[in-house]
C-alpha cells in the first residue's frame, strides 16, 4: 500500500489530534490532583494550553488535506471551492468545527486558570470540562463506530475520555517526580508524589475496567469472528495495540505495587528518579498506542463494515 501526501498528511494530523485530546483531557484531570502544588500547576496549565494549539493546528492541517484528497488535483487541490463546499456541511465539516471550538475554549481556559480571582479559576474549570467533553462527543461524529450504532458510540465517548484521562497524565505525573520545589524536605516531597500517585491509582482502577469493557464492547461490535484478529490487517492492528495496553497495564500495575511504597521506605532521589523513569516508559507506549489508533481510523477498517 502506498500513501499519498494526503493521506500521510491526514494520518499524522489525526495522531497529533489524539495527542492534544489526550493532553487537555489528563492535563485537566491532573489539575485536580496537584491542588497545591503551585509551580506544577503553571507547568499543566501550559502544557494543556500546548496541547490546544498542536490541536488546533492538526484539526486545520487535517481537513485541508482531506480537501486536497478529495480534489485531485494536486497540492493546490487543498483551497478547492467546490470541495469546501461539499464536505464542510458534512460530518466531517462539523467534527472541524466542533474540534475548533473545543481547543480554543481549552486554550482560554488554561490562560485563565491561574488568574488569582478564584471566580475566575473557577470559569476556567468549567470551560476545561467543557472543553473535554466536546472533544469526546467529536469522536462519535465519524468513524466505524458511527456505522454500528448508539451504544458504539457511548462506547466510543467512555474510551476518549478514560483513555485521555490515563495517557495525558502521563507528562504531569513526570513532571511531578522531577518538580523540587514543593518543599526542601526530599521525604515530603516523596509524600506528596505518593499521595498524588495513590489517588491516580484508585481512579485507575477505574480507569482500567472501563478501558476493557469499551475496547472489549467496540471489538464484538466491530468483527465477525475473533479470528479476524489474526487473519486480517485491521484484526493485526487491533491486537498490536491490544499487547500495548496490556504492556501500559503492567507498568502501571508495577508503578502501583513496586515503585509508589518505595517512595516513603528507600532513598528518597533514588525512589523519585526510578518512578519518573519508568513513567516516561509508560508514555513511550501511550504514544505508540495513539499511533496505531490512527492507523486503525485512517488507512485499515474492519471486515465487517466493508
Known amino acids: 500500500m502506498i ?22 483531557i489528563g492535563g485537566t484531570l491532573m489539575q485536580y490532583l496537584i491542588k497545591g502544588q503551585r509551580n506544577l500547576s503553571i507547568s499543566v ?19 485541508f488535506a482531506q480537501v486536497g484528497a478529495f480534489a485531485e488535483s494536486g497540492l493546490m487541490g487543498i483551497f478547492d471551492a467546490q470541495m469546501h463546499a461539499f464536505l464542510w456541511p458534512t460530518q466531517v465539516g462539523q467534527t472541524v468545527l466542533w ?24 470559569f476556567s474549570a468549567v470551560l476545561a470540562i467543557l472543553s473535554c467533553l466536546l472533544m ?10 458511527t456505522e454500528v450504532g448508539l451504544l458504539a458510540q457511548g462506547l466510543i465517548l467512555i474510551h476518549v475520555l478514560i483513555i485521555g ?39 485507575g482502577i477505574v480507569i482500567v475496567i472501563l478501558v476493557l469493557l469499551s475496547g472489549m464492547g467496540m471489538v464484538w461490535m466491530l468483527f465477525d469472528s475473533p479470528t479476524e484478529l489474526l487473519s ?5 492492528a487491533v491486537t498490536i495495540k491490544l499487547s500495548l495496553v496490556v504492556i501500559i497495564l503492567l507498568i502501571a500495575a508495577w508503578h502501583k505495587w513496586v515503585l509508589v511504597p518505595k517512595l516513603t521506605i ?9 518512578l519518573q523513569k519508568s513513567i516516561g516508559l509508560e508514555a513511550l507506549v501511550g504514544i505508540f498506542i495513539l499511533a496505531t489508533t490512527a492507523v486503525l481510523s485512517s488507512v485499515l477498517g474492519p471486515i465487517s463494515l466493508g
Do not use: Q
Open 99 to 122: 474540534r475548533l471550538i473545543g481547543f480554543g475554549l481549552m486554550l482560554v481556559a488554561s490562560g485563565l486558570r491561574l488568574h488569582k480571582n478564584r471566580y475566575i479559576k473557577t
Open 165 to 203: 484521562s490515563w495517557i495525558g497524565a502521563f507528562y504531569p505525573l513526570w513532571k511531578l517526580c522531577s518538580t523540587d520545589d514543593h518543599s526542601n524536605d526530599n521525604v515530603y516531597d516523596n509524600r506528596v508524589i505518593k499521595n498524588v500517585m495513590d489517588t491516580f491509582g484508585r481512579l
Open 232 to 236: 486480517t490487517n485491521y484484526g493485526i
Open 136 to 145: 469526546a462527543v467529536t469522536f462519535t461524529f465519524i468513524g466505524h463506530s
Open 3 to 24: 500513501l499519498t501526501v494526503f493521506e500521510i498528511s491526514v494520518l499524522i494530523s489525526k495522531w497529533v489530534i489524539y495527542l492534544s485530546v489526550a493532553a487537555v
Open 266 to 274: 528507600a532513598t528518597t532521589s533514588h525512589a523519585k528518579k526510578a
Open 45 to 63: 496549565a501550559k502544557y494543556t494550553g500546548l496541547g490546544a494549539v498542536l490541536g488546533l493546528i492538526a484539526v486545520s492541517v487535517n481537513y
